[in-house]
């Protein structure tokens, strides 16, 4: 298997393309980087890091993402997200370095235990091109919410 790299349109990094199989008839199929997330929480109301960690595999897998960078913030509490170090890091990542596109968790309350926390994430994703998904809320169900939840509050 041969892998070649092209500019993303939409932004300064590369897309790495995975050319299957070595044929002259070749297909071209798009391989999106990511990274992880897992946050475990002092009451142990969340999976383990490691059950968190597998489901992520077998998500990333099955939709052919490619794991560039892991992040872990355990026993972690589940308000305020910008207490975490290790989601300052994905963050920074998204406005700096561009290493990846999406951010994979296992749960969305694996980010925060308050929704309008995770539609923060989500937004400022949604402002550097970047996605938040995981196996059970796609990234367009997790925008779509972010979005109502803008609107909601923006006629109070």
């Known amino acids: 298997m041969r892998y070649l790299t092209a500019p993303r349109p939409d932004a300064r990094t590369f897309a790495i393309a995975q050319i299957i199989p070595d044929r002259s008839d070749a297909i071209i199929g798009r391989v999106a980087r990511a990274a992880t997330y897992i946050r475990t929480d002092p009451e ?8 968190q960690r597998e489901a992520l595999e077998a998500y990333a897998t099955r939709e052919q993402y490619e794991i560039v960078a892991s992040y872990e913030d355990l026993e972690a509490p589940g308000f305020l997200l910008y207490h975490r170090l290790d989601l300052k890091r994905a ?44 196996p059970v809320r796609s990234w367009e169900e997790f925008l ?9 509050m923006s006629r109070r």
Do not use: Q
Request: proline share 3%; hydrophobic share 35%.
């Open 44 to 51: 142990g109301k969340l999976p383990s890091a490691w059950e």
């Open 91 to 134: 963050i920074a990542n998204i406005k700096e370095e561009e290493d990846w596109e999406v951010l994979l968790v296992a749960h969305p309350r694996c980010v925060s235990d308050t929704e309008s926390a995770v539609h923060e994430l989500v937004h400022k994703f949604s402002l550097y091109n970047n996605r938040l998904e995981c």
């Open 144 to 152: 779509s919410a972010m979005k109502s939840y803008r609107r909601e």
